[in-house]
């Protein structure tokens, strides 16, 4: 069964930088959206941001201008780098794949602590 393998998470200052990873275990096929979640204790997960297959991004609009999406296509990982970290961004990240092949594709990851202190 595929897996997404995320890394990148940690705690960091108030007003620093991380840059959180995600990667497939294996390779998948007919994927539509790329996409981080995250939740904090007591919340709802949230969609932070999200990369559709054409370069279209969205973004929660708590995070617009600090956070980008990305993509490396040989290496078949999605990043969200995130800047100018606010406590109110502490929370587990999730990464997110869906899309349609032969079955429609739903893919999570394990989720990647990030913590900023104030």
């Known amino acids: 069964q595929v897996q997404l393998v995320e890394s990148g998470g940690g705690l960091v200052q108030a007003g620093g930088s991380l840059r959180l990873s995600c990667a497939p275990s294996e390779t998948i096929f007919g994927i539509n959206t790329r996409a981080w979640y995250r939740q904090a204790p007591g919340k709802q997960r949230e969609l932070v941001a999200l990369l559709t297959k054409s370069g279209s991004t969205t973004y929660a609009d708590s995070v617009k201008g600090r956070f980008t999406i990305s993509r490396d296509n040989a290496k078949n990982t999605v990043y969200l780098q995130m800047n100018s970290l606010k406590p109110e961004d502490t929370a587990v990240y999730y990464c997110?794949?869906?899309?349609?092949?032969?079955?429609?594709?739903?893919?999570w990851g394990q989720g990647t602590q990030v913590t900023v202190s104030s």
């Open positions: 997110n794949f869906q899309g349609q092949f032969t079955r429609r594709i739903d893919i």
